[in-house]
């Protein structure tokens, strides 16, 4: 990355709009996605969950500067990599924690676990178990809020995996035509399990089939909090204006395995050690600091005060009750 | 009954009569077969190469086989499956994967409008020598898009056969049956199954497709279970042993073309029967095994109404407790049995 000065730091935050509240807000939101998702991971190792879960360390600029473009009123549909978006879009940790551990009180009833986690109330439609399972579905969403003479938008996520289901290009292709208020952001984690996308794709990028619905697509480093947030914010205000939908995809890297039975054979350690190296957490840090929004003192507590939330969390989660084995016929209708 | 089958299909003998392998290992194990055995039989799918299968089935056959033949695809199943037909009704012999069997939704209308009819539509001038391979089943904490278990939709199409195998004997025999087969098959596994360990013979053997078989003799009950359930009945059974009350259990092991014979027999023998499967009740293939009895020779047998136990009609919730619940566990075997042979119903 080329050398910054104070003064590059400082435009790129004010020409970005955000205030210094809503990036420390953001940062804190990082952190807490992180510190959930470490937990996790741990309390999967202690055989405290089953099942099983896809982590996004590494990833949080994406979900966090994506949702920092949306309104509370937006919807978004998120995948099976879930819980960072749904942290981003304002969910409650203990209650995603008491989900996650299949508890009564939990967001979807202890019947959805981490890879259906949903926030119905808070607009998020859902994490997902099938690969661009919500890409369809949000097309419908936009058709709804057009239909609703509302200014709100949809935005689904999606991996790189996805774009080659044939799902994509038919819900691509619909809200171009009818000009949805959707923004369809695909996460090119590089991977779709152990499938490289370079092996996938015979495409160079992503947005590039963007092209081929007559939509904007834009590919912008998807561990910059920066660049994510005003693409997003970019193809939002494009929806809001009822232009129709836009394909942003923000480049990454998921740091840990597929799942939690992946022997991770088709990478090497050295190239997750270059990618740790790009930090997105402490990438925004050296940005708020370097910009002299905030001190490094200031900012060295968060992970701190993240990992208390999620231990907090933790604690609700189990002390609460199980589902009772004699309501499981309840919900399949309404 | 088991050695016949295995000497009648094979003609080698018997070898290491004590040789153990996991049900995963017997299915490597039979693609490893084929796959030296002829040249137009490989394989497709997701993350089937190099990660060696989301279960591990497929470990190693990248190294022996190469990336041609252990072809890694991109997360499009309609294109798995239709690649699996178009290469099938041309000369080759394909075994895709499908990675769940939930995930073979997004497959349906290549395997069941153009798969399935193929042969029939062309009035019997092509073939479509395929078989697809797909793991169900709930169990693992996958919740509700991860634990299907959907072959009764499968076993209504006319023109496809369904395999289900409960033991790695049968998981290796059938699965080389299937792929000699010129027909679509879809040979459904159960996850839970995959590290479960039984007699395997080394070499190549087939168990013929459509032959149902009596896992354990009895005369009390009769209780046809399919996949996961054949161990379950089988543990119900000992455990009702101790009471006195003899299960017989049978396993249909191919669903679709099924062979009624068998259950008819035992029945007649039983005047009992409990039908136990994983899918939801409702439509599931426990209807249809209920069905054959009472249409035949079975129905004057009967001492008792049949009895069907099998999942709730309910998606497969993610409360380790409620997933149990949703779906047959021994102890609601023995239950719904005991209650049978005693004539509590
Ligand atoms: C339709 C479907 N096919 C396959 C899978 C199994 N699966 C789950 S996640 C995944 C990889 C997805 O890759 P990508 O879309 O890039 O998302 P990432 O996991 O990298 O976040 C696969 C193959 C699935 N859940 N659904
Ligand atoms: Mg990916």
């Known amino acids: ?188 984690n590089q991977y779709a399990m152990s499938m490289p996308m370079k092996a996938a794709f015979p495409i160079r990028q992503i947005s590039e089939r963007a092209a081929a619905y007559g939509i904007p697509g834009v590919t912008v480093d998807g561990n910059d909090l920066l660049a994510v947030y005003e693409a997003v914010q970019t193809a939002v205000s494009r929806a809001r204006a009822g232009e129709g939908p836009s394909l942003i995809e923000n480049v990454t890297y998921r740091w840990r395995g597929h799942s939690k039975s992946d022997r991770q054979r088709y990478r090497t350690r050295d190239e997750v050690k270059e990618w740790q190296a790009r930090d997105p957490i402490i990438r925004l840090e050296n940005l708020l600091v370097g910009a002299d929004l905030f001190t490094a003192e200031q900012l060295a507590d968060l992970g701190a005060e993240a990992r208390q939330t999620i231990e907090d969390s933790v604690a609700f989660a189990e002390a609460q009750a199980d589902p009772d084995p004699a309501t499981i016929l309840e919900g399949v209708y309404a | 009954m088991r050695e016949q089958v295995l000497e009648k299909a094979s003609g080698e003998p018997l070898q290491a009569a004590n040789r153990e392998l996991t049900y995963s290992h017997a299915i490597r194990e039979a693609l490893q077969l084929a796959m030296r055995r002829d040249e137009r039989v490989f394989m497709l799918g997701e993350d089937i190469g190099v990660y060696g299968g989301a279960f591990g089935v497929s470990d190693g056959l990248i190294e022996e086989f190469g990336a041609e033949r252990v072809r890694d695809t991109p997360i499009s199943e309609a294109v798995i499956a239709g690649a699996a037909i178009g290469a099938a009704v041309t000369g080759m012999r394909p075994v895709a994967e499908i990675q769940f069997m939930d995930f073979i939704t997004l497959s349906m209308e290549q395997l069941v409008l153009q798969g399935a009819k193929m042969r029939f539509m062309f009035g019997g001038k092509a073939s479509v020598p395929m078989v697809l391979r797909t793991p169900a089943g709930s169990g693992t904490g996958a919740a509700a898009q991860h634990s299907e278990s959907l072959e009764a939709w499968f076993v209504h199409v006319p023109g496809l056969k369904v395999v289900m195998p409960s033991t790695p004997y049968d998981a290796k025999g059938l699965l080389l049956a299937a792929i000699e087969d010129d027909n679509p098959v879809i040979f459904v596994e159960h996850k839970l199954l995959y590290r479960t360990k039984g007699h395997v013979p080394e070499g190549y053997y087939t168990v013929p497709l459509s032959q149902s078989e009596v896992k354990r003799e009895g005369r009390d009950v009769t209780v046809v279970a399919t996949s996961i359930m054949v161990p379950r009945a089988l543990e119900a059974a000992d455990l009702l042993a101790q009471e006195g009350i003899e299960l017989e259990v049978v396993d249909p092991r191919t669903l679709k073309p099924y062979d009624a014979d068998t259950v008819t027999r035992s029945v007649c023998k039983t005047g009992r029967v409990l039908i136990v499967h994983e899918a939801p009740k409702t439509a599931g293939f426990g209807a249809e095994v209920a069905a054959e009895i009472v249409a035949g020779e079975a129905f004057d047998y009967l001492d008792a109404p049949i009895r069907r136990l099998a999942g709730l009609d309910v998606p497969i919730p993610y409360n380790r407790e409620l997933e149990r619940t949703a779906v047959p566990q021994v102890a609601d075997i023995v239950r719904e049995a005991r209650a049978l042979a005693r004539g509590e119903y």
């Open chain 1, 1 to 188: 990355m080329p050398y910054q000065t104070v003064t590059d730091e400082r435009k790129q935050i004010e020409t970005s709009g955000l205030t210094p509240e809503q990036l420390l807000e953001a940062l804190r939101k990082m952190h807490l996605i992180r510190a959930f998702e470490e937990k996790a991971e741990a309390l999967y190792a202690l055989g405290k969950i089953h099942g099983t879960m896809h982590l996004s360390i590494g990833q949080e600029a994406s979900a966090v500067g994506a949702c920092l473009a949306l309104r509370p009123d937006d919807t978004i549909l998120s995948t099976h990599r879930g819980h960072g978006h749904c942290i981003a879009k304002g969910a409650e940790p203990p209650l995603m924690m008491a989900e996650f551990f299949g508890k009564e009180v939990g967001y979807c009833r202890g019947r959805g676990g981490s890879m259906h986690i949903a926030d119905v109330a808070g607009g998020n439609l859902g994490a997902n178990g099938i690969v661009a399972g919500g890409l369809p579905i949000s097309t419908g969403v936009g058709l709804s809020l057009q239909m609703q003479h509302t200014d709100r938008v949809c935005l689904t996520f999606f991996g790189d995996g996805a774009a080659n289901e044939g799902a994509f290009h038919e819900a691509l292709n619909l809200a171009a035509i009818w000009r949805l208020p959707v923004v369809y952001v695909c996460e090119n």
